[in-house]
């Protein structure tokens, strides 16, 4: 059974750093393509960042708000994919769940991981 | 700016069918933008329902389905049941790895 477990939120100040991880567990995570979308309190859904696989050339992909501040990565050895988030703002505050992804749609979940940006 | 939308509420009753609609400010919905659905119950992480217009992922009863209806991606829940109440959120992939979600239904069934 695939598994993506999601770890590192916290409070951070506006301007801060941090650094998300999810783990991923039950499928070939070499072979897959992953995804973080977030949840801002009481709204909806919305994509964050993307990542192939190596084999399909590794590159990244993001949406316009967090462009230039959030980085994709992943460590294969390690079954993980990674969310850099620097320069918080207060509207960053959300869950941030990690997703296997097809090509084109999100497959499994994570349970979620809230960062908070206040001052 | 492309704006994903869907009815904010819908309700239906227990055994009753209903469908919720993806629509898309730019045009019409085709398969090309494989719509997608996904429930969401309040605390809980998304499950995938339907995926590329009308595959059920692993686990889904049949009473969910997937299509296109008119110009806007559906889905259909024939026979709902009290634990079918939850939020449902339709995607759509605007190509080059980007997505773009819809602000979500709020579906009662009383």
């Known amino acids: 059974e695939e598994q993506l477990v999601e770890s590192g939120g916290g409070l951070v100040k506006p301007g801060g750093s941090l650094r998300l991880s999810c783990a991923a567990s039950?499928?070939?995570?070499?072979?897959?393509?992953m995804a973080w979308v977030r949840q801002a309190p009481g709204k909806g859904l919305e994509w964050v960042g993307h990542?192939?696989?190596?084999?399909?050339?590794?590159?990244?992909d993001y949406a316009a708000p967090v462009k230039g501040r959030f980085t994709v990565s992943r460590d294969d050895s390690k079954s993980t994919v990674y969310l850099q988030m620097n320069n918080l703002k207060t509207e960053d505050t959300a869950v941030y769940y990690c997703?296997?992804?097809?090509?084109?749609?999100?497959?499994?979940w994570g349970q979620g991981t809230l960062v908070t940006v206040s001052s | 700016q492309t704006v994903v939308t869907q009815e904010p509420s819908l309700s239906v009753s227990p055994g009753g069918t209903v469908t919720l609609t993806c629509g898309l400010s730019?045009?019409?919905?085709?398969?090309?933008?494989?719509p997608a659905w996904y429930q969401q119950t309040p605390g809980q992480a998304p499950r995938t329902l339907i995926y590329?217009?009308?595959i059920r992922s692993s686990g889904i009863p049949d009473r969910f389905s997937g299509s296109i209806l008119g110009n806007k991606g559906a889905l259909t829940i024939t026979g709902a049941q009290a634990d079918d109440e939850s939020d449902y959120y339709c995607?759509?992939?605007?190509?080059?790895?980007?997505?773009?979600f819809g602000g979500g239904t709020k579906l009662t069934v009383l």
């Open positions: 730019s045009g019409p919905v085709s398969t090309s933008y494989s």
């Open positions: 590329s217009t009308n």
């Open positions: 995607a759509l992939y605007m190509g080059s790895t980007n997505w773009v």
């Open positions: 039950g499928f070939t995570f070499s072979d897959a393509w």
């Open positions: 990542i192939k696989s190596m084999g399909s050339g590794g590159t990244t």
């Open positions: 997703s296997h992804t097809g090509r084109y749609d999100f497959w499994t």
